[in-house]
């Protein structure tokens, strides 16, 4: 869902009522996963690439190609498995990658 907003260029949904793009992303993101967001990462380091795989600043401007990125970690609380996972911790990354639309 955040990835589906972010193309459209909307910022309606800023937290701060202040139309930044990025903080209504963000805040879309964060909806659209029922509170597990906040206790897999820290929002603000979700990496957004071009298509090169270039770090981008923002979410991109109109027409860009886009990928979306972000590095979770989900603590283990099974015994067995938490001496087999780096600090006990699964690792995993979800990503998305679309198209701006023209804003």
Excluded at 19 to 41: N, P, T, Y
Excluded at 79 to 102: C, I, R, W
């Amino acid at each position: 869902e955040g990835a589906r907003y972010a193309i459209t260029g909307r910022s309606d949904l800023d937290p701060d009522s202040s139309s930044d793009r990025e903080a209504a992303i963000l805040e879309k993101i964060s909806q659209s996963s029922s509170g597990l967001l906040d206790k897999v990462m820290d929002v603000q380091n979700i990496r957004v690439e071009d298509v090169y795989g270039n770090a981008i600043t923002g979410f991109g401007g109109s027409g860009d190609i886009i990928s979306i990125h972000l590095d979770c970690e989900w603590p283990s609380v099974n015994p067995y498995m938490y001496v087999l996972l780096d600090d006990g911790k699964f690792k995993f990354t979800v990503s998305a990658a679309m198209k701006n639309e023209a804003f």
